[in-house]
């Protein structure tokens, strides 16, 4: 049987309608009564609620019981406080009951409503149980791992310092609508990949989604299924890590690269199977690549590892922007200038400009100066193009051409030059240097300057400072070369 509410005439409460409402309890004792009131019950009180008819003309009898037994009479309609005038009904059971309208003479007013579903059961709400919300337990990860139903609110820890490894999401169909999990990547070294039998939709621009992808240390990823397929809701970077608001780019390729590890970043430098040019592909850790497209004047920043570059998304394309490292091995620091020649090695082959400064330069002969340049296997010596002159005070002025070095006119041997020469890159497809520059001399008022091009065999590894006779030895003076991944 289910509970039974009564609906009582006025006229049947007589003389105790004035009286003060001492209110219902919740739960009545096995066996006690009220007076006036109407009860049903068989063994005990299963519920009781509370409640107050909003109609004028009736009192409201609710009667709970599993059989029927005793009859007793409402002294006043029901409440739950005493000073309340509030109609309520309270029904504590959480399994579905009747409710039956009557008069006084359990005659039926209305039709039986029956299956009321009852209240909702709380007693595992707000605690560590799997149906929680608000409890967010902790686990820790360092190899592969399968994330279960279990898992649900959780966060994940995950060090790959040790190695990569993939944590691998159990179905969205088995996991649910409304399941989640974070994830973050709490290695100093090395990605964690996060997998999946169904897409994964991310915050990566011009993806739409994917089954695979990785975080990198200190990344971390909020990941909800929806009974069907993953969404990433947030995504958080690695903070400070280094690298802030630059994307780190293993290389520039046209060609898939081999053995790629699980989110290591590639720029697209010529179009590829379905890769367009200067999109950004992401190894997904398993042997594919999902494509990230830049958008139009976005002005990101990557920094290209192999080629120690950074560079800046301008228009629709990537555009160097300045080196790491300016300087390399030795060059930056002075060297002393001896015997017929001086030779500077070492220059770095991503170099598109190359600074000589020359300083307190002296020879003991009087043949003209000569600087070449060439690949690591030697200094170019012919294909020179150009012409360097001098002006001296008066206003007389020489020039000569050259074809076998960058040469400076005849000169006497207490000649002391100073000044810097700039060598850029003006064609990489042949490798032809072009070079300018200003000397001028302590020995007299005396200004020398220059202008030319050479065309070389290979990449500028070089510079050689000497005379064109090749016999006069230096007797004073020093030389220093910084090279530049910028032109």
């Not at 240390?217 to 970077?237: D, K, L, R």
Request: hydrophobic content about 40%; proline content about 4%; overall charge neutral.
């Amino acid at each position: 049987m289910r509970p039974e509410l009564s609906l009582v005439p006025l006229s049947t409460i007589g003389a105790h309608h004035g009286r003060r409402n001492p209110g219902l309890p919740a739960r009545l004792p096995a066996g006690q009564q009220r007076r006036g009131s109407v009860l049903r019950r068989e063994d005990k009180i299963l519920q009781c609620w509370r409640a107050r008819c909003a109609h004028s003309l009736f009192r409201l009898r609710l009667v709970v019981f599993s059989g029927l037994d005793r009859l007793h009479r409402l002294r006043r309609a029901p409440r739950c406080e005493p000073s309340s005038s509030t109609l309520v009904s309270v029904y504590t059971g959480n399994t579905p009951y009747k409710v039956i309208i009557t008069d006084s003479a359990d005659v039926t007013l209305f039709p039986a409503v029956d299956n009321i579903k009852g209240a909702e059961d709380t007693s595992t709400f707000l605690t560590t149980g799997s149906t929680s919300t608000l409890t967010i337990p902790v686990i820790s990860k360092t190899g592969d791992y399968t994330i279960v139903a279990a898992d649900r609110s959780k966060v994940v820890n995950a060090d790959a310092t040790g190695g990569t490894f993939t944590l691998t999401l159990t179905s969205a169909v088995t996991l649910g609508d409304n399941w989640s999990v974070f994830i973050r990547n709490t290695g100093t070294t090395n990605p964690v990949k996060i997998a999946a039998s169904q897409a994964i939709s991310g915050p990566w621009a011009g993806v739409g989604a994917t089954t695979s992808f990785a975080l990198r240390p200190g990344e971390g990823c909020f990941i909800v299924s929806n009974g069907a397929t993953f969404v990433i809701a947030a995504m958080a970077p690695a903070s400070l890590a280094g690298t802030v608001g630059i994307i780190e780019i293993e290389d520039r390729v046209s060609a898939a690269p081999g053995s790629p590890v699980a989110g290591a970043r590639y720029i697209v430098s010529g179009a590829f199977s379905t890769f367009e040019q200067e999109d950004i592909i992401e190894a997904d850790g398993a042997g594919s690549f999902f494509e990230i497209t830049p958008p139009t004047d976005c002005g990101w920043l990557a920094y290209v590892k192999d080629e120690d570059l950074y560079y800046r998304f301008t228009g629709s394309a990537w555009a160097k922007l300045i080196d790491a490292t300016t300087v390399t091995g030795t060059l930056g620091t002075y060297t002393a200038l001896a015997s017929t020649a001086t030779t500077i090695t070492g220059i770095s082959a991503t170099a598109k400009r190359v600074v000589l400064n020359i300083i307190g330069m002296s020879w003991n002969g009087t043949a003209a100066v000569r600087i070449r340049i060439g690949p690591s296997g030697g200094v170019a010596t012919s294909c020179y193009l150009g012409s360097s002159g001098m002006v001296e005070n008066g206003g007389a002025s020489v020039g000569t051409a050259f074809t076998s070095g960058f040469d400076f006119g005849s000169l006497g041997a207490t000649a002391v030059f100073h000044g810097v020469l700039i060598f850029t890159l003006a064609d990489p497809a042949t490798n032809t240097w072009g070079v300018t520059g200003n000397l001028g001399r302590t020995d007299g008022a005396f200004a020398h300057f220059i202008g030319g091009s050479v065309p070389l065999s290979g990449v500028l590894e070089r510079i050689s400072v000497t005379t064109v006779a090749g016999t006069a030895t230096a007797d004073a003076g020093s030389i220093s070369v910084s090279a530049h991944n910028h032109a």
